[in-house]
């Protein structure tokens, strides 16, 4: 191989050995990207199965509010179709002692599974704002029952804390209001039972109300403990015609304990009521969703399902959503999050390693080679001046150098023998055509 050919080659070698450097280097970063799409893909998978975890557990949530809200709903329709409420009078002075009996059981009843506060019995003209001309005292309900409030029992009970608990006067105000309210309401669209059909009554509320039970409000005088909403479901006369309503106050508090510990609401938004769970969480940062009944496009979860209630004004719907950032903090997604990052690491990590190692061949043995090679065949075409490099590097490419100097001297003192040689041969001949020179003048 001549010198230009040898360099071609050299620079060939080189040129190859980078391509294969910057092969490494995309291999590295081409397999992390695919080994992080992999890991995205389990990533996605895994919020994918606890969003279906969520709504599972959003649908169990519901479940419980909507059975809750059932049994109140039920058991007022039952008393509303008793044919004692139904023949009722303003004052329910016709009420026989079975259909008391049958009315207390049925309170009973709401109040163990549900802890409804009051169950009252309206009469279709009922208006707070006007005297009874009876009683001439202000009109109140036909029919109230309130005996088993937890509080109106415990303030006196041996078993209470003998902190001394100050009574705090019962306000019914709002209460009465909203029923001459749901009243109107009725008078207009369900007159009649004939406005309905079977079993399905209307069951209808309105916004949240102070109520009249203070068993917890005696203790913080916070309003919210005494808070409330008024439930209702209309009777109708043997006639057909309204007759009133039978209706069920029941605390927020209470609502709230079917609610999950946070994240989660109840809310109707025709009423514009709205009922948190003790945390309320997500609720608070998705507000302007969960006043609308509706879930929050802006995080991964959030869902707003409606209970199955006869409700002619809108919509009972349990709204809960959990933050972004709950995903990410599972032990299943932190574990996933640590492979991904560092099966990436390691795969750039690879390709760097394979990039730097086919550098440093190139630059550690493949360019000496080539320099030393070309040095030999400098030295092997008469140029035994060239420089040999790498004479001083240990291993074979410093062996090689130095031998490739012994050969450069060899071809030196070999040079160097030929022109000394080649100089002695012209001094011999000029003396011998001197001494021809001279014989032929000594003849002549």
């Known amino acids: 191989m001549d010198r230009a050919s040898h360099i071609i080659s050299a620079k060939y070698s080189i040129r190859v050995l980078r391509s294969l450097a910057v092969f490494f280097v995309v291999s590295g970063l081409s397999s992390a990207y695919f080994l992080y799409t992999y890991m995205e893909h389990d990533h996605q998978t895994m919020i994918q199965n606890q969003l279906d975890r969520e709504h599972d557990q959003t649908s169990e949530n519901t479940r419980s509010v909507n059975s809750a809200f059932s049994q109140i709903y039920q058991n007022l329709r039952t008393l509303s179709m008793l044919p004692e409420v139904r023949s009722l009078d303003r004052h329910a002075t016709n009420l026989g002692a079975g259909g008391k009996e049958a009315i207390q059981q049925i309170y009973n009843n709401l109040w163990t599974n549900v802890q409804v506060s009051e169950i009252y019995f ?18 109140v309900p036909a029919l ?3 005996q088993l409030i937890t509080g109106k029992e415990d303030v006196n009970s041996a078993s209470a804390d003998t902190t001394e608990i100050k009574e705090q006067p019962e306000i019914e105000t709002e209460e009465y209001a909203l029923l001459f309210k749901q009243l109107a309401f009725l008078h207009e669209k369900y007159p009649d039972n004939r406005s309905f059909s079977g079993l399905s009554a209307p069951f209808i509320s309105g916004p949240v109300v102070i109520t009249c039970d203070n068993s917890e409000f005696n203790k913080t005088l916070k309003d919210r403990d005494r808070q409330g909403v008024v439930l209702s479901v209309p009777y109708y006369k043997p006639d057909g015609k309204l007759g009133g309503v039978v209706t069920a106050v029941v605390r927020l508090n209470v609502i709230m304990r079917y609610l999950p510990e946070g994240d989660s609401a109840l809310v109707n938004p025709a009423y514009g009521t709205l009922i948190s769970s003790k945390d309320p969480g997500q609720v608070t940062a998705s507000m302007s969703y969960v006043v609308k009944g509706a879930a929050d496009p802006g995080i991964l979860y959030s869902e707003a399902l409606k209970l199955t209630l006869p409700s002619p004004q809108g919509d009972w719907i349990f709204w809960r959503g959990k933050p972004n950032a709950y995903f990410e903090e599972t032990d299943e997604a932190r574990a ?11 795969a750039l990590l690879a390709g760097a390693v394979a990039a730097a190692i086919t550098l440093l061949i190139e630059l550690r043995y493949i360019r000496p080679a080539y320099g030393i090679t070309a040095s030999l065949l400098a030295i092997a075409e008469g140029e035994v001046d060239a420089d040999v490099p790498h004479a001083e590097s240990r291993g074979i490419l410093g062996d090689i150098s130095r031998a490739a100097l012994v050969f450069r001297d060899n071809m030196r003192a ?6 000394d040689d080649e100089r002695n041969r012209i001094e011999a001949t000029r003396i011998q055509e001197e001494i021809r020179h001279k014989a032929e003048a000594e003849a002549d």
């Open 414 to 419: 070999l040079g160097q023998a030929r022109k």
């Open 144 to 146: 109230m029952l309130d």
């Open 122 to 139: 309206v009469p279709e003209n009922f208006d707070p704002t006007k005297d009874d001309p009876e009683t001439k005292a202000k009109e």
């Open 336 to 346: 996933i999050v640590r492979q991904e990052a560092i099966g990436v690491i390691l």
